[in-house]
């Protein structure tokens, strides 16, 4: 993560297509960014860099057919990782130390 971040978070809602493809741009659903302007728009540029990078995942057939099915809520957070750290049905992905 972008430095001078720390205490960032912002969180996304999506889709995935069969072929586990984002479908759409992801919405931005919330975001606490820490920093000065630059600051700000580094880690939201770089959370955006995440997610191109991550997808398309590999999926099987019966996996892909379900996925239309259920948003995905994905936050990144630039904070200390604490154990059993789950808001809402959102999936956390901290900032590696």
């Known amino acids: 993560m972008p430095d001078a971040t720390e205490g960032s978070a912002i969180a996304f809602r999506f889709g995935l297509d ?5 479908r ?5 659903t919330a975001r606490r960014l820490v920093g000065d302007r630059d ?5 939201e540029k ?3 860099a995440a997610l191109d990078r991550c997808f398309p ?7 892909g057919a379900a996925l239309g099915e259920s948003p995905i809520r994905l936050r990144f957070v630039n904070t200390e990782p604490t154990a059993a750290y789950q808001i809402n049905s959102n999936i956390t992905i901290f900032a590696p130390r």
């Not at 069969?18 to 984002?22: E, F, L, P, V």
């Not at 600051?39 to 880690?43: L, S």
């Open 24 to 28: 759409g741009t992801p919405l931005v």
């Open 39 to 43: 600051a700000k728009e580094a880690y």
């Open 46 to 48: 770089a959370a955006f």
């Open 57 to 63: 995942i590999r999926v099987t057939p019966s996996f």
């Open 18 to 22: 069969k072929n586990g493809a984002i």
